[in-house]
């Protein structure tokens, strides 16, 4: 009877051990899970933060560099607080803020390092690190951000800062985590990708309790972290200065160029703020504060404000109208005040004369011809045919749409096309009597002290321009730019038709900005007011010098100070001067424009 | 005699070599549980528990020599006397034992210490042998089956005491021993019946289910039977005592202690308490699941080297063999116990008395419990019971016993020639 037991028991043992294997090939094999959960409990992923690439200007001085800043980390199962009055001494925190990191550490992993206090101060960070061993589970994390030496370009430079939940959606390059830091704005922002660097990964290993057992696999996976590129920006950093100087106190922009290469010597929008304090822990607060101030010093005047271009967009007009052939230097219109308002000077002019003495009826009888070439018998049919043959033209002088200047937010301005009009006005209703204003650069022109700068270099170049741009050099090589700042675009206009456009600019220094002129330099400018329906008028200055052998184009634009032959052109005389001369020979215009008494 | 008793040709080499596998490869698994990468210490240094281990190899083949050069009588004539010590010590071990843990479990002067309650079991065993060795010795009669079960209850309730569950569980696993010594078939039956109607009791949430299930399956027996009064009458009394003891199951568990009813639960869902009782056994499946087919390599291992595992080294080694040697390793190593336990039952059955055969089968239950729980348990398949695995785990006592327990039967194994034929 018990014959067949020991085969049983046999039989038994092998079940066993069939079932034990079963369920191992189950878990071991088939089951690739717990290869994923013993990686996430024992490997821990340590991001090496790279060195963010430094800024410097067009001479080689540092304008941006990186300052160590200090985060306090805890792991919460380590911690012990021992004697709480001292340690909220020590840290400078209430027990309040005490209790509610800890337990937002704690609820975020008992195990694993979270952030404590953030962005200690380097004597802060001085003053408690001898006393980090009495405390288990504290450690600091060294990270850097940005700082300045000189407070100044902040909107040009840009600033850096948490990435937002949007931008890491639209991240399609995973490179970017919650609470990494990139460029939100100005060239920060636009060479994110050449300044950032490479993050560097280093798996440890870590046990149960946290603590730190070495390198995985020897390092075998680590990647060490690669520094961003260093940038030099074709800002001048004494112009700068300088410009910010002059500006203090006022509200408006100042855009210098490069005529010969596009490259942007200066570029100031104030009011401005120190680009200190929008780094490191303050940066939230700092923020709000200087997003709540009416003078929006956070606004980035030069690429965002528009304005009516003024007279100073009758040289756009003169220049296509020799183009087209429908002006000659020998022109004449009467200054027909009926037409449209102008000053007293003589009457009729020749172009010349029209652009010294910016006579508002010339250009009125002017822009007809070149709207109204009778191309179409039908009057308005014949004005939207021209008006648009004209916006080709006017586009083509970086008008009505962006530059592609190497920042974000660049605004287009506006050039009307026959499609506005018609929609406005409905096909077939509108005719030059509707849009006349345009020949004054009023209407619904609008342009940005950056395309009016870009103008002025136009003017300079004899007809052509580089896009403007921050960048000189990446890593000290100025061929790495991007390619689209290397190429020339023409305007479309024969280079001899400047030839009289400069001499009339020259000349119209002599009548409506005398306080531009210098000496020593022949400086090319024309004044602009840009009229302002809610206060005083904005001055306006374009100028480029010298005049034979253009080294800087500028265009100025002081808000509420009035007349153009004032505040802006006498800023713009000085910026040209302390560019070309490095040194001020009148320190009488100085004073008048640090004094900011332009309305008399 | 004396000159014949050691015969070196008649001992059982395979089993004698499959032990020394297992100790090895145990050994080497405690080197790994407890290597640290950045301190540098040789496998033998012995501020390690793998060099204490050696120490411990080292004295149990001083123990083997010992065994294999005593007369063969000797074990059975010291039977009783053996078994008496040891209940006197587990006795006492409450008393003059060191308390860790809340558990009173070792004995001994300074540190060196033994455990009791390990080495009761090969007393036990060659208990029961002695007792049940008599030729009138009948499992199948009730007053027989009483007095074996009196033998093996003594130990537990001392075991009990002190308190070690996990150990005294084992000395059920004597079940395997008495089916081959005749208890009644009935008796299985019913005890495999009683395990599945309590895992699905414990398993589905709803006792109708299976109340309706235990009422169609009675019917069935009912209609295919003789349809005899009797028949029927001790099959409904049947059907309804499983209902209500279906019942009554879960208000057991819920009288249980919280930390032993959250050991049962966790077997039907393993995430019921992840980082509290669930954190054994979700680490321990961490760890060997994250060995893959040829594992990590050797020392390789992160789960069980970083301590995520608890009692790494000593009831959960099983997890380092796991991790480091994947599925291949663990199929090496489940064999080689597979074949030892094919072995000794084909060891017992060769033998010419019943003393022999009985304590070799005692031997097979002991070490097959301890290979099917232990190894169950670090994969969910069993609660958590501290049990050591045989010759793997580390420990001075369990390698002594279990080494005991094996060379005791390998020198009657080796002896058998020489005794009479004396089958009941």
């Given amino acids: 009877m018990n014959d067949q037991r020991p085969v049983v028991i046999i039989i038994f043992v092998f079940i066993v051990g069939a079932v034990l294997l079963t369920k191992l090939f189950m878990i071991q094999v088939m089951d690739d899970s717990f290869m994923k959960r013993a990686e996430r409990n024992a490997i821990q992923r340590i991001v090496d933060h790279p060195y963010r690439g430094l800024v410097y200007d067009r001479n080689g001085k540092l304008l941006v560099y990186n300052n160590p800043i200090f985060d306090l980390m805890i792991v919460p199962k380590e911690f012990e607080v021992g004697d709480t009055t001292r340690f909220l001494e020590l840290f400078k925190i209430s027990k309040e803020q005490l209790i509610e990191s800890y337990q937002a550490a704690r609820n975020y992993s008992p195990v694993k390092p979270s952030t404590f206090i953030k962005q200690i101060s380097t004597n802060d960070f001085a003053r408690i690190q001898d006393f980090l061993i009495d405390y288990p589970g504290l450690f600091i994390m060294t990270r850097s951000v940005r700082s300045y030496p000189n407070p100044i370009a902040s909107h040009a430079l840009g600033y850096i800062g948490e990435i937002s939940g949007r931008q890491l959606e639209r991240d399609s390059s995973g490179y970017y985590v919650q609470g990494d830091y990139v460029g939100l704005s100005g060239m920060e922002r636009f060479y994110e990708d050449q300044l950032r660097g490479q993050k560097g990964v280093k798996y440890k290993m870590v046990n149960v309790r946290g603590i730190d057992k070495g390198p995985f696999k020897d390092g075998e996976y680590d990647t060490a972290s690669v520094a961003g590129h260093n940038i030099n920006s074709s800002i001048d950093m004494e112009l700068q200065k300088y410009g910010e100087m002059l500006m203090m106190g006022k509200t408006g922009s100042v855009v210098a160029i490069e005529p010969k290469t596009g490259e942007i010597l200066s570029m100031i929008s104030a009011p401005f703020y120190d680009p200190n304090s929008l780094t490191g822990s303050d940066f939230g607060k700092n923020y709000t504060e200087l997003n709540k101030l009416e003078t929006k010093p956070l606004f980035n005047r030069p690429i965002m404000a528009t304005y009516p271009p003024g007279s100073i967009f009758k040289i756009v007009q003169s220049l296509i109208g020799l183009q087209e052939g429908i002006l000659t230097p020998e022109t004449t219109f009467a200054c027909n005040k009926s037409l449209v308002a102008c000053h007293n000077h003589p009457s009729p002019v020749n172009l010349f004369g029209a652009i010294r003495n910016s006579c508002n009826p010339y250009y009125h009888q002017a822009f007809r011809q070149i709207i109204n070439q009778e191309v179409s018998s039908n009057t308005y049919k014949d004005t939207e045919i021209g008006l648009d043959e004209w916006r080709d033209h006017v586009l083509k002088f970086g008008l009505g749409g962006q530059l592609g200047v190497d920042m974000p937010n660049e605004k287009i301005g506006d050039v009307p096309s026959s499609k506005y009009y018609n929609r406005v006005y409905g096909e077939g209703r509108w005719k030059y009597s509707t849009i006349y204003s345009l020949s004054i650069g009023q209407g619904e022109l609008l342009v940005t002290p950056l395309q009016m700068a870009n103008l002025a270099a136009i003017f300079a170049n004899k007809g052509y321009y580089y896009t403007p741009h921050l960048i000189r050099a990446i890593d000290g090589d100025n061929t790495k730019i991007p390619a689209e700042y290397q190429t020339k675009h023409m305007v479309g206009v024969d280079a001899h038709h400047f030839d009289m456009v400069q001499d009339a600019m020259a000349e119209a220094l002599y009548g409506t900005a005398t306080r531009a002129i210098m000496k020593d330099i022949q400086i090319a400018g024309k004044t602009g007011t840009a009229q302002n329906p809610h206060g005083e008028d904005h001055s306006v200055f374009i100028a480029f010098a010298p005049k034979d052998n253009p080294q800087i184009a500028i265009a100025v634009y002081v808000e509420n100070a009035g007349w153009g032959g004032r505040a802006a052109a006498s800023t713009a005389s000085l910026m040209i001067e302390k560019y070309l001369k490095d040194s001020i020979s009148r320190p009488a215009l100085e004073e008048y424009v640090l004094a900011g008494n332009f309305i008399y | ?424």
């Fill in chain 2, 1 to 424: 005699m004396r000159e014949t008793d050691i015969n070196i040709n008649r001992v059982d080499w395979i089993t004698v070599m499959i032990y020394f596998a297992l100790v090895i490869i145990g050994w080497f698994n405690i080197y790994a549980a407890v290597y640290d990468g950045q301190v540098d210490k040789s496998i033998f240094d012995t501020s390690i528990n793998s060099g204490i281990q050696l120490v411990w190899i080292g004295t149990a083949v001083a123990i083997i020599i010992v065994i294999m050069a005593a007369d063969y009588r000797l074990f059975e004539n010291l039977a009783i006397p053996i078994y008496l010590v040891m209940l006197v010590l587990l006795l006492l071990t409450p008393f003059i034992g060191k308390e860790v843990n809340g558990q009173i479990l070792t004995i001994g002067v300074g540190s060196f210490r033994i455990q009791p309650g390990e080495f009761a079991k090969f007393a036990t065993a060659l208990a029961l042998a002695k007792f049940m060795e008599r030729p009138t010795f009948d499992l199948s009669k009730t007053k027989y089956q009483l007095q074996a079960f009196g033998v093996l209850l003594l130990p537990i309730i001392l075991i009990i005491l002190q308190p070690d569950t996990g150990t005294a569980m084992v000395y059920f696993s004597m079940f395997i021993m008495f089916y081959r010594e005749g208890l009644p078939q009935k008796y299985y039956v019913l005890g495999l019946g009683m395990i599945t109607i309590t895992l699905l009791a414990l398993g589905i949430e709803n006792n109708l289910y299976l109340a309706g299930a235990i009422v169609i399956i009675v019917a069935i027996l009912i209609l295919m039977g003789k349809k005899t009064p009797q028949q029927i009458i001790g099959f409904s009394v049947i059907g309804i005592a499983l209902i209500a003891f279906t019942y009554s199951l879960d208000f057991a568990v819920s009288k249980l202690p919280q930390h032993q009813q959250n050991r049962i639960m966790v077997l039907f869902n393993p995430d019921i308490d992840p980082l509290g009782v669930g954190w054994n056994v979700t680490q321990s499946k961490i760890a060997i699941g994250s060995g893959g087919l040829a594992g990590k390599g050797y020392l390789q291992g992160t789960q069980t080297k970083f301590d995520f595992v608890p009692e790494q080294h000593t009831d959960f080694i099983f997890c380092t063999l796991g991790e480091e040697f994947g599925w291949l390793g663990s199929l090496v190593v489940i064999s080689l116990f597979v074949t030892l336990l094919t072995r000794l039952v084909f060891m017992a059955e060769r033998q010419k008395n019943r003393f022999n055969r009985i304590y070799g089968y005692c031997v097979i239950s002991i070490l097959m419990f301890h290979f099917m729980i232990n190894i169950a348990m670090t994969i969910g398949l069993f609660p958590v019971v501290g049990i050591p695995l045989p010759f793997f785990s580390y420990g001075g006592s369990s390698l002594w016993s279990f080494t005991i327990l094996l060379f005791i039967f390998i020198k009657m194994d080796s002896a058998r020639a020489l005794q009479l034929g004396r089958m009941g």
